[in-house]
């Protein structure tokens, strides 16, 4: 596979003493900076709070939780920007693909606007190419193998140019070997593009395979 050329000059996510709460109970609490490129991994059992404070990063946390803190990239600060204006990639358990779109089409929504439909077909195709699926643009994503709907979903983030990621549980529901061969391309892609990236997750060889620092949370 031949990769695509990482963009420049990235920031470090910050997350500044942000504790979220319910009610009078304290869910998180979480001080931590996290370079360009690499993944800082929130590990717990369900019902600590891991998918609630990436919720709060990414800006759509539920009103029925109360969160302080800032979450900055590098100067930026996103506390108070709405979800679409964060730039942040969000990776999930599913791929979550739009069914009524082409794979190609999967993958050109995310993309900035501009560009010309002609170039914007040709981001395309490389980034099929890139991940092993030269070819696949116009396939109906229902075709699709779980490995390949996967990459798909990694790639349409990827072109969405964010400025960093967040991981939640994304390999969970792939067999065995498809999770290791998801997490080798996810990882590598995160530290090619020196996107800092916050993963939430209950399984520790996800951890060890990110080679960041891990968070316990009980």
């Keep these: 596979m031949t990769q695509t050329t ?14 979220i709460r319910h009610g009078e109970q304290t869910l998180v609490a979480v001080d931590a900076r996290i ?8 590990m717990g059992p369900s019902g600590v709070g891991k998918s609630t404070l990436l919720a ?11 969160a302080t803190g800032r979450i900055r990239l ?10 679409e204006r964060r730039r942040l990639g ?20 995310g993309m900035p606007a501009g560009g010309g439909r002609r170039r914007r077909r040709r981001a395309v195709e490389a980034a099929l190419a890139d991940i092993g699926l030269a070819g ?6 229902a075709t699709l193998s ?17 400025r960093a990621m967040l991981l939640d549980e994304p390999f969970s529901k792939l067999d065995a070997a498809l999770r290791d061969e998801m997490r080798r ?3 590598a892609r995160i530290r090619a593009r020196g996107l800092p990236t916050l993963m939430v997750t209950h399984d520790r060889d996800d951890a060890v395979a990110a080679g960041g620092r891990v968070i316990e949370l009980a």
């Design 185 to 187: 391309l996810v990882f």
């Design 90 to 109: 969000l990776l999930f358990q599913d791929p979550l693909l739009f069914p009524h779109l082409s794979v190609g089409g999967n993958l050109a929504f």
């Design 74 to 83: 590098g100067d930026d600060d996103l506390s108070r920007r709405p979800p």
């Design 136 to 141: 696949f643009a116009d396939r109906d994503p």
């Design 35 to 42: 370079p360009p490129g690499e993944v800082l991994t929130l």
């Design 146 to 162: 779980g490995g390949q709907r996967a990459r798909v979903a990694l790639m349409r983030v990827l072109l969405a140019e964010p």
């Design 56 to 66: 709060q990063v990414a800006g759509f946390l539920a009103p029925v939780f109360h």
């Design 6 to 19: 990482p963009p420049t000059a990235r920031s470090p996510l910050i997350l500044e003493e942000v504790i």
